[in-house]
C-alpha cells in the first residue's frame, strides 16, 4: 500500500557520470515499487535509460531525471539537461532513421513504449524531454 497518495513528484540530479543511467533505474524501480506501481519500471526504466544516456552524451553541465503522478496508475518521467537542442526524432515521432543512421534507434523507442511524449523549453534555458506511462496510448 502506497504511503503518499498522488500527486507526489521526485526529482534527482546526475552526475557527468556512465553510471548514470544505472542509478536512475534503480531509483525509479524503488519509487515506482514504493508507489505500487512495479507493472510500469519495465517501460519506465527502458525509457529513462535512453533519455538519460542522452542527456549524459549530449550536454556537459548538470542534467537529471523527474518523476511525478499525472493520475491515479500513471505517470510522467522527464530528463531535463542545459542544452537547447531538441532530438530530431522528438520533432517528429514516429519516425524511424535510415539502416546506415548511427543514430536516432534509441528515442524511436519512445514511439513505442509511451502512452504520450513531448518536449518542454526551460525557462532558464535547455529543455525537458518526457514520457508519459500508464495509461492508454495519447
Given at each position: 500500500m502506497p504511503t503518499v497518495s498522488p500527486p507526489w513528484t521526485y526529482a534527482l540530479q546526475l552526475p557527468q557520470d556512465p553510471?548514470?543511467?544505472?542509478?536512475?533505474?534503480?531509483t525509479l524501480r524503488a519509487v515506482l515499487n514504493a508507489h505500487s506501481l512495479a507493472r510500469l519500471a519495465e517501460s519506465a526504466e527502458l525509457l529513462a535509460s535512453e533519455l538519460v544516456t542522452n542527456a549524459l552524451w549530449h550536454t556537459d553541465g548538470p542534467y537529471g531525471l523527474r518523476l511525478r503522478a499525472v493520475g491515479q496508475g500513471r505517470i510522467r518521467l522527464g530528463v531535463w539537461d542545459t542544452s537547447p537542442d531538441l532530438p530530431a526524432p522528438f520533432e517528429g515521432l514516429p519516425r524511424r532513421p535510415g539502416p546506415d543512421a548511427e543514430g536516432g534507434r534509441g528515442l524511436c523507442l519512445v514511439a513505442h513504449c509511451a502512452d504520450a511524449w513531448g518536449a518542454t523549453a526551460l525557462p532558464q534555458g535547455g529543455k525537458l524531454l518526457w514520457v508519459e506511462l500508464g495509461g492508454g496510448r495519447a
Open positions: 553510471r548514470a543511467p544505472g542509478i536512475a533505474r534503480h
